[in-house]
């Protein structure tokens, strides 16, 4: 077996070695080009009157969290309502964000995803490698939307006329990479559900 620091290993076998596991999945995407001295923390989506309402709304889900892990030792039936009146809380909460920002038919597309990246689908000479890309996913059926700075790393034409971009994430938040592998790891227990 070959070693995956081998120089004389074909380019091609080399690119099929993946950190993270890859679905084929339908999300909400949003794209916006970014120029290359762009602040990776620019907000690109026009959302930033949000923040501060976010920032509140995690510390008290980590409030929440962590007073479950004491209450569990003593009353396991009462953390368990708990849990499930705050994972109520959490998706009317992504049900409302997402409500106030419909995507419309053309966001969602077939795309290939990781923790590590992006492939999807783009009309030709839109985008090229190199490119930086500011993007924002909804992932179905949780409504997490996971933002990310991804860099174009190859692009080969499609059989429909398109390009397909391959690209990954160059900088992303540890809780936004969170959301896309609980999204992932919920995406394959569904399908194997389905067998």
Do not use: C
Request: glycine residues 4%; charged residues 30%; aromatic residues 6%.
């Amino acid at each position: 077996m070959t070693s995956p620091n081998n120089p004389s290993e074909p380019a091609e076998q080399s690119l099929e070695r993946r950190d993270y596991f890859r679905i084929e999945d339908r999300i909400g995407l949003e794209i916006r080009k970014l120029s290359p001295m762009a602040n990776p923390d620019e907000k690109a989506f026009g959302d930033d009157h949000l923040e501060s309402l976010k920032a509140e709304y995690r510390r008290l889900d980590q409030d929440v969290r962590s007073q479950l892990a004491s209450l569990a030792e003593r009353d396991r039936l009462l953390t368990g309502l708990i849990k499930s009146l705050n994972g109520k809380l959490d998706t009317l909460a992504r049900i409302m964000a997402f409500e106030q920002n419909p995507l419309q038919p053309e966001d969602w597309q077939e795309v290939t995803l990781s923790e590590g990246g992006l492939a999807f689908t783009a009309a030709p000479e839109t985008f090229r490698t190199g490119n930086l890309l500011t993007v924002r996913m909804t992932l179905p059926p949780e409504l997490f939307q996971p933002r990310a700075i991804a860099e174009i790393i190859h692009t080969h034409p499609d059989n429909a006329g398109g390009v397909r971009i391959h690209s990954q994430f160059v900088h992303i938040h540890d809780s936004d990479r969170q959301q896309i592998a609980r999204h992932v790891m919920r995406w394959q227990i569904r399908q194997r559900k389905k067998e």
